[in-house]
């Protein structure tokens, strides 16, 4: 019996993408008062969270697993939604006084996602084997596919808080469909 294995790049691809569908398909549908309202105390706003996640993912594969720089700070300065950047820690108390434009933080999201794709169809498992530098989150020294389990973890993770909010607020939390998986090959 022989067993297909498939390149790491390509397993983070279609983990990217799953984790994307499942986000935009649970923050599908939401009226503007869900999506700015927290619990306080509590985890910040929907849109505090879908923040975080995009600027995160941003961060996490154009910068550190890439070596490039942010969308936000290139092609969609000034054009992501927010005016000033979450901070790398404390993001949910930026989440409660910052002003987010849905429409806006939502192309942003699809051009981040769209890069991640771009970037991994691309990327070899050597060059995501490479060291980088976390040093500035208090990881050291770690393989660049390390950034990209926490940028897709994280995606993940607050996707999970977004669905609890909608919960609170008496809605479904993830999407009622599952999203499309894509083939792999065997």
Not at 66 to 81: E, H, I, Q, S, Y
Request: proline letters at 5%; charged letters at 15%.
């Amino acid at each position: 019996m022989s067993v297909s294995v498939q390149p790491g790049a390509e397993v983070f691809r279609m983990f990217f993408n799953t984790t994307h569908q499942y986000l935009e398909g649970t923050l599908s549908g939401i009226a503007d008062d869900v999506l700015r309202w927290s619990p306080q105390p509590g985890p910040a706003s929907i849109l505090g969270q879908y923040a975080h996640i995009v600027t995160s993912e941003d961060w996490l594969v154009n910068v550190k697993a890439k070596g490039g720089a942010t969308l936000m700070a290139t092609t969609f300065a000034g054009r992501t939604g927010f005016q000033t950047p979450p901070p790398m820690t404390g993001w949910d108390d930026w989440a409660r006084t910052e002003e987010i434009d849905l429409t806006q933080l939502r192309a942003y999201a699809q051009a981040v996602y769209q890069a991640t794709e771009d970037f991994l169809s691309t990327t070899s498992d050597a060059f995501l084997s490479r060291r980088i530098d976390m040093s500035e989150v208090g990881m050291g020294q770690v393989p660049a596919a390390f950034a990209l389990v926490l940028a897709a973890g994280n995606g993940c993770m607050h996707t999970g808080e977004i669905s609890a909010l909608k919960g609170l607020c008496g809605l479904t939390g993830y999407p009622e469909a599952e999203p499309a998986a894509e083939a792999v090959a065997a």
